[in-house]
């Protein structure tokens, strides 16, 4: 295919162009349907003029329908796209970057999705589509699938399908609720999942973080310590990366915690743990659920974080990072080259 696309590239440089703008277009319906000529210019940054005929087009295919209101894309609509994929990430050089990350992270794989999730929102939802595809790869005969919170965890539940019809999968929550939006919390998204994939779902009612005292407490209730040999058992881990100050400031730290990372030039954080940009753990908060230690071999950890201003963020927690895989958007994964 490579070799095809680049004759294509020196022979019929239009067609590329013409193929990646229409498959950026059937995207765009796809991911936000219904809707109008008007947003969808406002989307691919093309003109009203320009997308009604490129949508005529793809409508006399049968790949898009049209309403009053507004437009569809057709179960024909959704092969393509998905068919194209591929080639749009050997067009856009996508499986170089994805390669040259790998390298520097030191990662079994990497998927880098096109765009950037900071500049667009709906880039989210191609890194959670991402996400299911390879969690489908990945199921064994039983599951427990221990799944983090964050606005990008959520938006792969809002991309979430059913996984598969003969394998057992149960969800849980890799750690308690922070102060954020109940959309973005762990409980709220295990139980998404678990709805759109006619799972089972367990529940972890404790906040995060917790005082000292209250963790003591807390860990000798038998409903936690249930909930938590459940977690800990999960052979796959799905996780967000989080930019430190940001996470810092979600969890309502203390002025003395938020001084203490900034003179530490803390940049990422997961599963509670600040690390600078050399990946050395600066602080930690307390926390119930996933710690770093528990994550060994015998699990599959999946990394989900996009957005170039994630970039250092995610070097950092790849530093010393136990993770298999890290599924992200262009955008970080240039600013990661640019270093």
Request: no cysteine; hydrophobic share 40%.
């Amino acid at each position: 295919m490579e070799s095809i696309i680049e004759l294509q590239k020196k022979l019929v440089p239009e067609l590329v162009h013409v193929m990646k703008e229409r498959y950026s277009l059937l995207q765009n319906v796809d991911l936000l349907q219904p809707i109008g000529r008007r947003g969808l210019a406002e989307n691919t940054n093309l003109t009203e003029r320009h997308v009604r005929s490129e949508i005529d087009f793809l409508h006399a295919q049968g790949l898009v329908e049209i309403t009053t209101k507004g437009m569809f894309i057709t179960k024909e609509g959704k092969v393509v796209l998905e068919q194209l994929a591929a080639m749009i990430g050997e067009i856009s050089g996508l499986h170089v970057l994805e390669k040259r990350i790998k390298e520097i992270l030191s990662v079994d794989s990497v998927i880098v999705v096109p765009g950037d999730s900071d500049q667009r929102a709906s880039i989210k939802t191609e890194m959670g589509k991402a996400t299911v595809s390879y969690l489908r790869k990945k199921l064994t005969s039983n599951n427990t699938i221990a799944v983090t919170g964050g606005s990008t965890i959520a938006a792969v539940a809002d991309a979430m399908t059913p996984l598969t019809k003969d394998k057992k999968v149960l969800f849980v929550p890799a750690r308690g609720g922070i102060g954020e939006k109940v959309e973005n919390q762990a409980s709220r998204i295990v139980s998404e999942m678990s709805r759109k994939t006619d799972g089972d779902y367990r529940m972890l009612y404790v906040p995060d973080p917790i005082s000292d005292s209250t963790y003591e407490t807390i860990m000798k209730e038998p409903h936690v310590m249930e909930a938590l040999e459940v977690i800990k058992s999960s052979n796959i881990v799905l996780h967000g990366v989080g930019d430190a100050l940001k996470m810092a400031e979600r969890r309502r730290s203390t002025k003395e915690v938020m001084q203490l990372l900034k003179e530490k030039k803390a940049v990422g954080e997961a599963f509670g743990y600040y690390f600078d940009e050399y990946g050395n753990v600066i602080y930690k908060v307390k926390t119930v659920g996933i710690q770093l230690q528990d994550i060994n071999d015998s699990k599959q950890v999946i990394t989900v974080a996009g957005g170039s201003s994630k970039a250092k963020a995610i070097v950092s927690y790849f530093k010393q990072a136990k993770s298999n895989i890290l599924i992200t958007d262009q955008g970080a994964a240039e600013e990661i080259l640019r270093g």
